[in-house]
């Protein structure tokens, strides 16, 4: 079984920036990719982002794109997330999650059902 650790969360003025971490440990770490949702309160959770663990390929939802970059540390076993001009409405707690699932495109790594192992979720608030 993986553990996911997210940190970095915190609060931040609009306008700032936040990076985010996932560690993952445990015994065996074979994975496609590795993800980054956000719930908001009262609100369903959403995709954010997506890195293809081998090739580093990325995919944003249209929210982020452009402020948000997923990136990955093979060798730590870690997945970071900038957000940089945060909005209020990025406010949410973040999750990061893995994916031991093969997709050809990476679109249906944007279900939360692609997806095996979770993390516990760091709080991101964005004040106006």
């Known amino acids: 079984q993986v553990q996911l650790v997210e940190s970095g969360g915190g609060l931040v003025q609009a306008g700032g920036s936040l990076r985010l971490s996932c560690a993952a440990s445990?015994?065996?770490?074979?994975?496609?990719?590795m993800g980054w949702f956000r719930q908001a309160p009262g609100k369903e959770r959403e995709f954010v982002a997506v890195?293809?663990?081998?090739?580093?390929?990325?995919y944003y939802t249209g929210s982020v794109r452009g402020r948000y970059t997923i990136s990955r540390d093979s060798a730590k076993n870690t997945v970071y997330l900038q957000m940089n001009i945060l909005k209020p409405e990025d406010t949410a707690v973040y999750y990061c999650?893995?994916?031991?699932?093969?997709?050809?495109?990476?679109?249906?790594?944007?279900?939360?059902?692609?997806?095996?192992?979770w993390g516990q979720g760091t709080q991101v608030t964005v004040s106006s």
């Open positions: 445990g015994r065996s770490f074979s994975t496609d990719a």
């Open positions: 890195i293809r663990w081998g090739t580093g390929n990325t």
């Open positions: 999650a893995r994916s031991r699932h093969y997709y050809r495109e990476l679109e249906p790594y944007g279900r939360s059902n692609a997806y095996d192992d």
